[in-house]
């Protein structure tokens, strides 16, 4: 190996580390590694068996595994941050993760033939502000990202690629999407699959404008939840849900074959939806033919979903996928639309764009609320300064805390627990209590109702209409509440500074109908 990092830590800064007969870097200690491009080495660029942090930054790591074995970075445990970074043509995949945590903010995956990712059963990875493009030759069997283990995807834009983007799969497998784009791929295959009784929630995301060939943009057989998201201009069909899943808030459009294909449906629900001018048809058959299936208020355009209304396209007043705002496109409807104002049930508090709903009587269906504007939170610099140490709240404020990013809201302190509720990026909520150490808030969970824990440091906190940091809130502000036991069969997720073993996991069987694993 160019690099090997046996005990005491390490920095590297700047360089190179190219053309070794093994891997560029070797590591089962603590390092940082700023600056330096790792490449044309014969295995793994950089391997890390650590079980405590590695910090990367500015690192590009390309064109190693010559030799065919291994990939650009191999992790097998620890706590691994990676930000703007750079993957390029590296032999096999991108990244591979048998345990541990990756943190992995604003970087590119491009240009590898094999993946770009994947995550076993016993890790968790995070990415944020990621482009993920050119993976994969199109008609060749792959997947960009296949997840096995723990996925959140948040400001993602997955963009010609090869291979199927998502390949969700295996019963340990959950994958939570957020503010994503999946466009212009070119696989001739499903966009995203969610199989093998994975869990997948999909949340302000386009898939739009994917060459699928005879598949669907969107295939699942497993749980899914989907809200505030666009199927547009794929070449084929759009949807096809099997078993759990519950669907709303999403505009399914101009896409080659079907709009929407459900099938053997098990406590589904599907409600707010607005089906319209897809080429095979909006649906395959009604909807109420699934099986078990709920149906709220939705609306097609050709009469073949069996849903509350139908409108001919040119009275739906549905424009066309273009730049309406927010991070990714949209079909606008217009305020006079017969879609307007109508939806039932829960209206979330945004639409794909993170523009406020409703604006109106009722929220609209689809993922776009016509009229809305985007959320802003600005705090009033004509206010007199406070002592935010010792301040108390006023009798009519309350202390605010608005996410930086979409949170799962678990039952207790841990990615050990189940998702009780989504707290929103943008969102004001009102934490109800804290936690003995004050790295966790409890909150009222907006959906159910139901007491809920999201860590501290992914929000921003306002008192009295000024921002304040955890530890200058009051004593008495918040109640202390000691987190609940661990569940008796959970592994917990480990603090980033506390050492941890994580035997890798083989991935599981794959469906027969998909072929082999990877």
């Not at 929103?424 to 969970?445: A, N, R």
């Amino acid at each position: 190996s160019g690099v090997e990092n046996y005990g005491g830590g390490m920095v590297i800064s700047g360089g190179e580390i190219s053309g070794n007969e093994a891997y560029g870097i070797y590591s089962t200690s603590e390092l940082s590694v700023t600056g330096t491009t790792i490449r044309d080495n014969q295995e793994t660029g950089l391997f890390i068996s650590y079980s405590g942090p590695t910090d990367l930054a500015n690192v590009t790591i390309t064109n190693n595994g010559l030799s065919g074995r291994g990939a650009g970075l191999q992790i097998l445990r620890g706590v691994v941050t990676l930000a703007d970074s750079h993957f390029t043509a590296n032999s096999n995949r991108a990244i591979n993760i048998n345990g541990g945590i990756l943190r992995m903010d604003s970087s590119t995956i491009g240009a590898h033939t094999d993946g770009a990712i994947i995550i076993y059963a016993e890790a968790v990875v995070e990415m944020t502000d990621v482009e993920v493009s050119e993976i994969g030759t199109p008609g060749e069997w792959g997947a960009v990202i296949w997840n096995y283990g723990n996925l959140t995807l948040t400001g993602a834009n997955l963009h010609d690629n090869g291979h199927v983007a998502l390949y969700n799969d295996g019963p340990r497998a959950f994958a939570a999407i957020y503010d994503s784009q999946f466009r212009g791929n070119l696989a001739n295959d499903n966009v995203v699959r969610n199989l093998g009784a994975a869990t997948l929630l999909l949340s302000s995301t386009l898939i739009a404008e994917n060459q699928t060939g005879t598949g669907e943009a969107i295939t699942s057989s497993s749980p899914l939840t989907m809200v505030n998201v666009t199927i547009s201009g794929n070449s084929n069909a759009g949807l096809r849900t099997r078993g759990e899943f519950d669907v709303s808030y999403t505009t399914i459009a101009d896409n080659g074959g079907a709009g929407y294909f459900a099938e053997g449906a098990t406590g589904a629900n599907v409600a707010n939806v607005i089906v319209a001018r897809n080429g095979g048809g909006d649906c395959l058959y009604e909807l109420a033919l699934a099986g078990s299936l709920s149906l709220g208020t939705n609306v097609d355009s050709d009469g073949s979903c069996g849903v509350s209304a139908t409108h001919s396209a040119p009275t739906l007043g549905l424009g066309p996928l273009a730049d309406n705002g927010g991070s990714s496109f949209t079909h606008a409807l217009a305020p006079v639309s017969p879609a307007a104002n109508i939806a039932t049930g829960r209206c979330p508090s945004i639409d794909q764009r993170n523009y406020s709903r409703p604006f109106g009587p009722g929220c609209d269906l689809g993922a776009f609320e016509a009229g809305a504007t985007a959320l802003s939170f600005e705090a009033d610099e004509a206010e007199e300064d406070i002592d935010l140490a010792t301040a108390e709240p006023a009798d009519d404020d309350s202390l605010i805390a608005i996410p930086n990013q979409n949170y799962n809201c678990r039952y207790g302190n841990s990615s050990a627990f189940d998702i009780a509720d989504t707290l929103l990026q943008g969102q004001e909520y009102l934490p109800v209590g804290i936690g003995p150490d004050s790295l966790w808030l409890q909150f009222e969970g907006p959906a159910f109702g139901e007491l809920c824990w999201a860590p501290t440091a992914g929000f921003v906190l306002w008192l009295n209409g000024r921002q304040i940091q955890v530890d200058q809130l009051p004593a008495s502000l918040l109640r202390v509440i000691n987190y609940p036991p661990l569940p008796p069969t959970a592994t917990p997720t480990p603090d980033p500074d506390e050492s941890y073993d994580v035997t890798p996991t083989p991935s599981p069987t794959c469906d027969p109908q998909y072929q082999q694993c990877p």
